[in-house]
């Protein structure tokens, strides 16, 4: 085949006779084929290599390291995927808000490159940490992750559930999964002492503490029993935690800003709440918040969609109160 033309008569060889594009013909024919189409190798940019399997790379990606086809994939708004239990979720769920370690690759892999360092400030039991372990396993590449974590507890479960994860993953013939680096203590402090600069940020914030919230509402009660009249409300109480919340927030994430390189993303997982016969609509409010923070784009909102989840009758036959089968993944980008 003439090396000029090589890619152009590839795709006339492979048409069916009312002249469509016969993907199955071509890739009996070990062509490579993207999207219906048959790649014209020869037709590449300088920058563009095709990867078998994967798509086309472009050098240019400073994003990640997925092909185009793969980025298509990887921009949908929404991620509808349940994760079954692995990787020492009978002990990583002790802590009530961990996440998949594989989810925490998924999103590793859309918003960071290989050798990137990744900090998750809010580290919890560690699915960051674990995710970024296995992105190497997964063909994209390991990070560095860093976690601080301020209970002691859920760092040791991290370092349990990694050693048993790796005695078993020995025990298969398998590659271990590599240590990421899980500090003890408070973010606020830990952060100012950071070495490293950190290409994503990838974090679940502590909820809006619901333990407060009654400690609110208790002294509410106790001021209205003893003021007669005085009536604080619950609707005020909880406004006050929450504000309190937000700018707890927004105070964290003002430090968090300065450790990101310029262009790198930060990302946070954040549910909404249906709480005393309302929405509390944490995503949006804490969307808001972090927008101010002057190096941060908003640049979407993803929804992470558990079909999994079990449902429950909510509010029958009276009132429509949703069941939560999803959370939101904030995604902002720091300004170059
Ligand atoms: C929603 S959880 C994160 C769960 C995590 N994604 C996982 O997979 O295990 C938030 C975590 O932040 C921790 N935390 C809250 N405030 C903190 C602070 N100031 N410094 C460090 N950790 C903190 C809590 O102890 C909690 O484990």
Redesign the pocket.
Known sequence: MDEDDGGHRQSRLFTTDDGEFDEKRARANALPVEDGEVVRVDDLEDYQTYIEGRGIYDERNRVNDLTGKEWKYATKSVIAEGYPPAIGHDL?SE?G???P?RL?AELIGRFSKAGDTVL?????????LLGASLCEHEGTGCREAIG????RR?VEIYETVLKRENDERAERGEPPLASQEMRH????E?IETLEASVDLLL?????WNMDELEQTRNEAATRESSLGAFDDGEGAGRARAKDGWLADMRA?FDQFADAVTPGGYVVV?IGDMYRGGSYEFLSADLARTLEAVPSFTLKSNLVWYDPTKDLHVYGYPFSFVPSMVHQNVLVFRVGE
């Open positions: 990583r802590h808000g961990q996440k370690p925490c998750d400030p809010f580290a919890g039991v560690g699915g960051t601080f974590e301020r209970t859920w203590g408070d973010c606020a830990l974090t679940d914030v502590p909820y964290k997982f």
